[in-house]
Nanobody
Framework: QVQLVESGGGLVQPGGSLRLSCAVSGTIFSSYAMGWYRQAPGKQRELVAAISSGAANTNYTDSVKGRFTISRDNAKNTGYLQMNSLKPEDTAVYYC????????????????????WGQGTRVTVSS
């Protein structure tokens, strides 16, 4: 079956960086889009970034544009979220999502989540 294993979360000071990884097994990784979501305490889960199967299309929520970079290595069956210039408001549990419905439209890349989720990794930004 499809499995997603996340890693890379932790405690970091404001302005610091972290890189999250999502290793996917049990499927043809390169055939599907993926995304990263986060859920802060008391808030709904939100899409942070998404990337198409071949990495030609990406999308970011406005609050992370210019600070976060989503990428993937199809040879390693792994997706990444590089997070720079972290802020306290980035504190959340981050989840990778796989095999969602992604589509480019009018200059943007839209992503609806698929059925496969990672276990979540906690990111805490605090001094």
């Amino acid at each position: 079956q499809v499995q997603l294993v996340e890693s890379g979360g932790g405690l970091v000071q404001p302005g610091g960086s972290l890189r999250l990884s999502c290793a996917v097994s049990g499927t043809i990784f390169s055939s599907y889009a993926m995304g990263w979501y986060r859920q802060a305490p008391g808030k709904q889960r939100e899409l942070v970034a998404a990337i198409s199967s071949g990495a030609a299309n990406t999308n970011y929520t406005d609050s992370v544009k210019g600070r976060f970079t989503i990428s993937r290595d199809n040879a390693k069956n792994t997706g990444y979220l590089q997070m720079n210039s972290l802020k306290p408001e980035d504190t959340a549990v981050y989840y990778c999502n796989f095999a969602g419905r992604g589509r480019p439209y009018s200059g943007r890349y839209y992503y609806d989540p698929g059925n496969y989720w990672g276990q979540g990794t906690r990111v805490t930004v605090s001094s």
